[in-house]
């Protein structure tokens, strides 16, 4: 490389040596100071390590300490500058003592919340008070009587197991009630990591993870893996913690029909085609839904839908928050049932208050699974873990599933010996898989204010809505199911109706009684409970005919 010579200019040596003479008292006044000032920042603790960054900050990046520099003096400006000025000082109104009292006197607050309806008054005032511990038999506080609780989650009948209740006294004696602290810093004892090995072996997974609350365990699941960009193919009844989750996520959610796994394939080949008419890039795809429908009892088809997972290449999450500790020979759930090995499901997500009556949920899978949540968990962050004694009350229960196969056994045959009941009363519509522990029933005939004007009738066998809109009047439906729940505690069955939170829900499904079985009680219990149930279905709804 040529350089083209610069023609030099002379310079007048007398004025360079005047200018020299003129500066020097300067440059060594300023070399003092800078001098000064080295040696008295070296007296500074701390100061050689800030030296050093400065140094090989600006040897590597010598753009970045200019920046550092303008930072620093915006925070000095920022802290020397006044924040109690008034900007719009001199354009306020100035109003009198009088004016002030007038306009406080005038102004009526709007309320915090929209008063409630008569029904929602009623509502309320139907959900009894428990005396004493929840149980298969439990104390009404209002009248004193002892019911039969077809309400509570209670399958294996582990509510009430006196050996778990002394276990979790032990626990509390020896930890206190818990540490009140998220379980990745202060929150975690032995215990935890004892139930989340007891689940992972029995489920027969790699790992688990536990979380304290129930119903943020799928929520916080789901945004842990689907982000901004990946698809999420979902049924449309699944439970509205599963909703929450997906919301949180902002994936690209497409829906399927509920538990049609044929519509379910078709949208897996309409999403694939889509990304390829668009040219995108592979993202990652999650397939999610529930073992037992909370909604209607329902059981997806697990087989086949693991099938088109691996054919399309989607992960799997399912949610057996039913499921888990009341079906399959040893409650292990969906997966014992049809024989299905736990690790060709992805998450597997489950519900300790559901299936052990104790607290909290879990996620369960491969290591990489569960410790990715550990940090990426919202939940499992944020949230204090259980207390203690509830994660011993956890493990025993899972070692009670494991030596009395017996109870899950109880639970099937009084599933069906209510189901036998139901499904022989007049005016109502069993629905739900003869293995799901809950049973819901609705309403079979179409209420008159809607229905009967349009020809259209609900489908007998699933309580979602057809596509041209619901054919059911809900207020009226939900006060005649309330008759028959307040009917029949008063005869002494505890029962209840499926609540849902209308308005916030992405389907609004047509009203149902929920019946929750259990092991805890006898066959003839059970049945002389469902008699008491059908009586009360006869009686309401005869005193509704013309």
Same mark, same amino acid.
């Given at each position: 490389?040529?350089?083209?010579?610069?023609?030099?200019?002379?310079?007048?040596?007398?004025?360079?040596?005047?200018?020299?003479?003129?500066?020097?008292?300067?440059?060594?006044?300023?070399?003092?100071?800078?001098?000064?000032?080295?040696? #008295?920042?070296?007296?500074?603790?701390?100061?050689?390590?800030?030296?050093?960054?400065?140094?090989?900050?600006?040897?590597?990046?010598?753009?970045?300490?200019?920046?550092?520099?303008?930072?620093?003096?915006?925070?000095?400006?920022?802290?020397?500058?006044?924040?109690?000025?008034?900007?719009?000082?001199?354009?306020?109104?100035?109003?009198?003592?009088?004016?002030?009292?007038?306009?406080?006197?005038?102004?009526?607050?709007?309320?915090?919340?929209?008063?409630?309806?008569?029904?929602?008054?009623?509502?309320?005032?139907?959900?009894?008070?428990?005396?004493?511990?929840?149980?298969?038999?439990?104390?009404?506080?209002?009248?004193?009587?002892?019911?039969?609780?077809?309400?509570?989650?209670?399958?294996?009948?582990?509510?009430?197991?006196?050996?778990?209740?002394?276990?979790?006294?032990?626990?509390?004696?020896?930890?206190? @009630?818990?540490?009140?602290?998220?379980?990745?810093?202060?929150?975690?004892?032995?215990?935890?990591?004892?139930?989340?090995?007891?689940?992972?072996?029995?489920?027969?997974?790699?790992?688990?993870?536990?979380?304290?609350?129930?119903?943020?365990?799928?929520?916080?699941?789901?945004?842990?893996?689907?982000?901004?960009?990946?698809?999420?193919?979902?049924?449309?009844?699944?439970?509205?913690?599963?909703?929450?989750?997906?919301?949180?996520?902002?994936?690209?959610?497409?829906?399927?029909?509920?538990?049609?796994?044929?519509?379910?394939?078709?949208?897996?080949?309409?999403?694939?085609?889509?990304?390829?008419?668009?040219?995108?890039?592979?993202?990652?795809?999650?397939?999610?839904?529930?073992?037992?429908?909370?909604?209607?009892?329902?059981?997806?088809?697990?087989?086949? @839908?693991?099938?088109?997972?691996?054919?399309?290449?989607?992960?799997?999450?399912?949610?057996?928050?039913?499921?888990?500790?009341?079906?399959?020979?040893?409650?292990?759930?969906?997966?014992?049932?049809?024989?299905?090995?736990?690790?060709?499901?992805?998450? @597997?997500?489950?519900?300790?208050?559901?299936? @052990?009556?104790?607290?909290?949920?879990?996620?369960?899978?491969?290591?990489?699974? #569960?410790?990715?949540?550990?940090?990426?968990?919202?939940?499992?962050?944020?949230?204090?873990?259980?207390?203690?004694?509830?994660?011993?009350?956890?493990?025993?229960?899972?070692?009670?599933?494991?030596?009395?196969?017996?109870?899950?056994?109880?639970?099937?045959?009084?599933?069906?010996?209510?189901?036998?009941?139901?499904?022989?009363?007049?005016?109502?519509?069993?629905?739900?898989?003869?293995?799901?522990?809950?049973?819901?029933?609705?309403?079979?005939?179409?209420?008159?204010?809607?229905?009967?004007?349009?020809?259209?009738?609900?489908?007998?066998?699933?309580?979602?809505?057809?596509?041209?809109?619901?054919?059911?009047?809900?207020?009226?439906?939900?006060?005649?199911?309330?008759?028959?729940?307040?009917?029949?505690?008063?005869?002494?069955?505890?029962? #209840?109706?499926?609540?849902?939170?209308?308005?916030?829900?992405?389907?609004?499904?047509?009203?149902?009684?929920?019946?929750?079985? #259990?092991?805890?009680?006898?066959?003839?219990?059970?049945?002389?409970?469902?008699?008491?149930?059908?009586?009360?279905?006869?009686?309401?709804?005869?005193?509704?005919?013309?």
């Amino acid at each position: 490389m040529s350089f083209t010579p610069v023609p030099s200019i002379p310079l007048n040596a007398p004025d360079m040596a005047a200018s020299n003479a003129t500066l020097e008292p300067v440059l060594t006044w300023l070399t003092l100071m800078f001098a000064q000032l080295e040696h #008295t920042f070296y007296k500074v603790p701390g100061s050689a390590v800030i030296a050093r960054y400065v140094r090989s900050s600006h040897q590597n990046d010598p753009g970045r300490t200019v920046l550092e520099l303008i930072l620093i003096a915006f925070a000095v400006r920022t802290l020397m500058q006044s924040r109690s000025r008034d900007k719009s000082e001199g354009k306020l109104i100035k109003f009198s003592e009088k004016e002030i009292d007038e306009l406080v006197d005038e102004w009526t607050p709007e309320p915090l919340s929209v008063p409630l309806t008569e029904w929602e008054q009623r509502d309320l005032a139907s959900v009894p008070v428990i005396a004493g511990p929840n149980g298969p038999k439990p104390k009404i506080l209002s009248t004193g009587k002892t019911v039969v609780n077809l309400a509570s989650y209670n399958f294996a009948g582990l509510a009430g197991n006196e050996h778990i209740k002394e276990r979790a006294i032990e626990t509390l004696r020896k930890y206190g @009630l818990g540490s009140c602290g998220p379980p990745g810093f202060y929150g975690t004892v032995d215990v935890h990591l004892e139930l989340e090995r007891d689940i992972a072996d029995f489920l027969g997974t790699e790992s688990a993870i536990l979380y304290s609350q129930g119903f943020v365990t799928i929520s916080s699941v789901i945004p842990a893996f689907c982000k901004r960009g990946d698809i999420i193919v979902a049924d449309r009844a699944v439970n509205f913690a599963i909703q929450k989750g997906i919301q949180i996520s902002r994936s690209t959610v497409r829906w399927y029909d509920h538990n049609d796994l044929k519509s379910l394939e078709d949208v897996l080949v309409s999403v694939e085609k889509d990304r390829r008419k668009r040219g995108a890039p592979v993202t990652r795809r999650f397939i999610i839904t529930e073992g037992i429908f909370e909604r209607d009892g329902e059981i997806v088809d697990l087989p086949k @839908l693991i099938e088109l997972k691996h054919k399309y290449k989607y992960r799997l999450i399912l949610d057996e928050s039913i499921s888990f500790g009341s079906v399959g020979r040893t409650g292990r759930g969906l997966t014992e049932l049809y024989n299905v090995p736990a690790s060709q499901v992805d998450m @597997l997500v489950g519900s300790v208050d559901n299936g @052990l009556c104790s607290a909290g949920g879990f996620c369960a899978g491969s290591t990489i699974v #569960t410790e990715h949540q550990r940090i990426n968990g919202t939940s499992f962050v944020f949230s204090a873990s259980m207390p203690p004694l509830l994660a011993v009350a956890g493990s025993e229960g899972i070692s009670f599933l494991r030596n009395t196969p017996s109870a899950l056994t109880t639970l099937q045959e009084n599933v069906r010996a209510v189901r036998v009941v139901l499904e022989k009363t007049e005016g109502i519509t069993v629905v739900g898989h003869w293995a799901s522990p809950i049973i819901h029933f609705h309403l079979k005939t179409v209420s008159a204010t809607n229905g009967s004007a349009n020809g259209i009738a609900t489908s007998p066998t699933t309580v979602m809505p057809p596509p041209t809109g619901p054919s059911f009047d809900y207020e009226a439906e939900e006060k005649v199911l309330q008759d028959i729940v307040d009917d029949a505690l008063a005869n002494g069955v505890f029962i #209840t109706r499926a609540k849902r939170l209308k308005g916030q829900e992405m389907v609004e499904t047509r009203p149902t009684v929920r019946i929750a079985v #259990t092991a805890a009680l006898t066959k003839k219990e059970i049945e002389k409970a469902a008699g008491v149930v059908k009586a009360s279905v006869t009686k309401v709804l005869g005193k509704r005919k013309p």
